[in-house]
């Protein structure tokens, strides 16, 4: 059953079912080199290429996380790129793309149209054409484009959502008890305490605002991912392993 992936959900929650697949995600995962293979198979159907989305607490080292396992892969990390990419696409000042994440109208409430998820968008010479959902169709558009021609890691922008129902898809949450990243964006931002907690809810809502705005769901729910982790309790370097490991499991079939 989908749940909130934090506080209480331990290290890592999986998300199969199968004594077999269980047990290969062990072996993967004790296996002293984890190798994820450049070409997948679904279904008997070569796969070309996968794609990793990571959404992630503030302060909990998801964008760390997410740059490092694409590193490892060898294959683009994608962030703000993706509003710059869609700017070009549509033609759209990229600066609009930065606003509309961070002031959006909360009115929206997932009025978006199923099209958007299919890469469709509003025509130039349409009134909204410059509108919010407008701006989240472009962004939508290139992330399915991507997922389709490329390997990749995309980190946040409901992302997710967005790919959930390709088959080439690992989709990931990362969390952190609440104290733990008030520490880290106090340092990372040289914040006093205060400062640090405001600065960390406010992001969080605003993600989560966005993404219930978009979505019609709630952005911590469990149940949207493959697979949570506590990045306190397993750190960088082994959150980047599980994940290689569970590649190799999900995708061999």
Request: with cysteine; charged share 25%; proline share 3%.
């Amino acid at each position: 059953a989908a749940s909130v992936p934090h506080p209480g959900m331990g290290a890592a929650a999986l998300f199969f079912t199968g004594e077999n697949r269980e047990k290969r995600l062990i072996f993967a995962l004790r296996s002293p080199i984890l190798k994820v293979k450049k070409v997948l198979f679904q279904g008997g159907n070569v796969m070309k290429n996968y794609v990793i989305t990571i959404a992630r607490e503030n302060g909990s080292n998801g964008r760390a996380i997410g740059e490092a396992l694409a590193g490892r892969l060898g294959i683009p990390f994608y962030n703000r790129d993706i509003l710059r990419m869609a700017a070009v696409d549509s033609g759209i000042n990229e600066q609009l793309f930065a606003n509309a994440e961070k002031s959006f109208r909360s009115s929206l409430l997932f009025r978006v149209a199923k099209d958007a998820y299919n890469g469709e968008v509003i025509p130039p010479d349409s009134d909204n054409f410059v509108s919010n959902e407008n701006l989240f169709r472009y962004q939508a558009k290139v992330m399915l484009g991507l997922a389709q021609n490329e390997s990749c890691v995309m980190i946040g922008r409901c992302a997710d959502f967005i790919l959930r129902d390709r088959p080439n898809v690992l989709r990931v949450f990362i969390h952190a008890p609440e104290e733990v990243r008030v520490r880290r964006v106090m340092q990372r931002h040289n914040l006093s305490e205060a400062e640090a907690r405001r600065h960390m809810r406010q992001v969080d809502k605003r993600r989560a605002d966005y993404y219930r705005a978009f979505t019609g769901s709630d952005w911590r729910d469990a149940g949207h991912y493959d697979i949570c982790f506590d990045s306190d309790h397993m750190g960088e370097e082994k959150i980047i392993r599980f994940i290689m490991g569970y590649m190799n499991v999900c995708f061999e079939d």
